[in-house]
């Protein structure tokens, strides 16, 4: 009989106990990679309060784990959130919506340039998209800087 999905995916070992129902186990670790030894230990109230708020930082979320993890000196990710970039963030997708806007009307005015055979009309959606041009390079400008700002404040660190 073939094992269902989730039993095959999840790598577990299968163990018969005597009344011949299956049981789930976890797999034997390595006798060398066994963790067999208890480590009990007492902090002051400072380190306790610097243990957790490496937590809170920390994706894991086990005390025991990220100890063990400071104790192999393996590293432990932390990640931080710097809400001055999220005005940043928000302000170039604003800038992005009236580009992409910006670049719509220009578009279109080149579909209408190119369908009018006389030149005074022509002259006239050429005279509108070079002035949608005109802001949509300002736009441009202001995305560099922003961009120029994001660049220094993370490639300097």
């Known amino acids: ?13 299968v163990v018969s106990n005597k009344a011949g129902k299956s049981k789930m186990g976890r797999r034997k670790a390595k006798n060398n990679e066994a963790l ?7 902090v002051n109230d400072s380190k306790f ?5 490496l ?9 025991s784990s990220m100890l063990r993890s400071i104790l192999y000196n393996t590293p432990v990710i ?6 001055t970039v999220d005005l940043l963030l928000e302000e170039l ?18 579909r209408y340039f190119n369908t009018y055979p006389d030149q005074r009309q022509k002259e006239f959606y050429a005279k509108i998209g070079f ?15 922003l961009i120029s700002k994001l660049g220094k404040k993370w490639l300097s660190e």
């Open 1 to 13: 009989m073939i094992a269902p999905l989730w039993a095959r995916e999840a790598r577990c070992i």
């Open 36 to 42: 067999k030894h208890k480590l009990f230990t007492r």
């Open 49 to 53: 309060k610097e243990f957790q708020e």
């Open 55 to 63: 937590l809170k930082k920390n994706p894991q979320n086990d005390m």
């Open 78 to 83: 932390v990640y931080t959130k710097d809400k």
């Open 93 to 110: 997708a604003a800038l992005r919506s009236e580009i992409k806007a910006i670049g719509v009307n220009i578009n279109q005015m080149t």
């Open 131 to 145: 002035s949608a041009f005109l802001r949509m390079e300002n736009k441009m400008d202001q995305t560099v800087d």
